[in-house]
């Protein structure tokens, strides 16, 4: 009995150890992400087709007011493999209005672009939509 007790027990405890270890590497609720932030993204020119192309970000709060002062990064890559994706900064222009530099898209077929950064506040923010029929 007391060969099974001590056996429970230090299940247990593994199962505490699991526990604290996976909580403390995942990104949940650590407060540094930025769920709240509404991320709206329009690119240009239409129709959309290889070369370059205008990717503008809008950001805004919970309470609909634009977030300026970001750091983004805007990255772009296929939905299959086999490419290089394309990754660009962008510019903050006021309003919470960010405009990509040198976006270009490279292949024709369906995107995924990424817009991630941190926000003034330290807030990390990821997001992703997925752009079909780029055409060649």
Same mark, same amino acid.
């Given at each position: %009995?007391? #060969?099974?007790?001590?056996?429970? !027990?230090?299940?247990?405890?593994?199962?505490?150890?699991?526990? !604290?270890?996976?909580?403390?590497?995942?990104?949940?609720?650590?407060?540094?992400?930025?769920?709240?932030?509404?991320? $709206?993204?329009?690119? $240009?020119?239409?129709?959309? !087709?290889?070369?370059? !192309?205008?990717? =503008?970000?809008?950001?805004?709060?919970?309470?609909?007011?634009?977030?300026?002062?970001?750091?983004?990064?805007?990255?772009?890559? %296929? =939905?299959?493999? /086999? %490419?290089?994706?394309?990754?660009? /900064?962008? =510019?903050?222009?006021?309003? @919470?209005?960010?405009?990509?530099?040198?976006?270009?898209?490279? %292949? @024709? @077929?369906?995107?995924?672009?990424?817009?991630? /950064?941190?926000?003034?506040?330290?807030?990390? #923010? $990821?997001? =992703?939509?997925?752009?079909? /029929?780029?055409?060649?």
């Amino acid at each position: %009995m007391l #060969i099974q007790a001590r056996g429970v !027990a230090l299940l247990l405890i593994g199962l505490l150890v699991i526990g !604290a270890l996976a909580g403390a590497c995942s990104r949940g609720d650590d407060g540094d992400a930025a769920e709240d932030v509404s991320v $709206e993204l329009v690119v $240009e020119p239409l129709p959309l !087709a290889v070369g370059p !192309a205008t990717v =503008t970000v809008r950001l805004r709060d919970a309470d609909g007011e634009p977030i300026n002062g970001a750091e983004l990064e805007i990255v772009g890559d %296929m =939905t299959h493999a /086999g %490419m290089v994706p394309v990754i660009t /900064g962008a =510019t903050d222009e006021g309003d @919470g209005r960010y405009v990509s530099e040198g976006f270009e898209f490279t %292949m @024709g @077929g369906d995107w995924i672009i990424t817009v991630r /950064g941190t926000l003034p506040g330290g807030q990390q #923010i $990821e997001r =992703t939509f997925d752009v079909e /029929g780029v055409a060649s």
